[in-house]
């Protein structure tokens, strides 16, 4: 034997257990608490349904309006929502030790847009052949970045080495 489908959002109608309810009519006036089966019937009798607006309440508060209307109205809601939402993006950001000053400066105005923009920055410092021996100028670059960037951003991941090249991601304050 198979249960029914749960349903998300609020109860309709018949779909309402509580046998007493706090009924709000179409107009938003407080009709007072009456038994469910008579909410329901004043809710037909206008040619609107009984939505449960508060279930935990005691008794439940119920509404009259049109429920189709109400469905219509929470979509556009969570649409609008979704609209305003912001996606955090990782920007990677490649430099090698010995960077130039000029390849330096592009690159600090690239993270710095970024970084205006909202997005997490991820400067990945790689190392090529005998420089895994001098890892403290690698380290160098990556406080040098992280000092120039300290106003508007803030570590969120210390600079660590993983195989031949240091990572370090930086994220706006």
Known sequence: MQSAPSRDGPRVNEEIRSPQVRLIDQDGEMQGV????????????VGL?????SPNAEPPVCKILDFGKYKYELQKKKNEARKKQKVIEIKEIKVRPNIDDHDYDVKMRQMKGFIEEGDKVKVTLRFRGREMAHQDIGIRVLERIRSELEAETKVEQMPRLENRQMVMVLSPR
């Open 49 to 53: 349904d009984l939505l449960e607006i």
């Open 34 to 45: 009456m038994s469910a089966r008579d909410a329901i019937q004043r809710a037909y009798s």
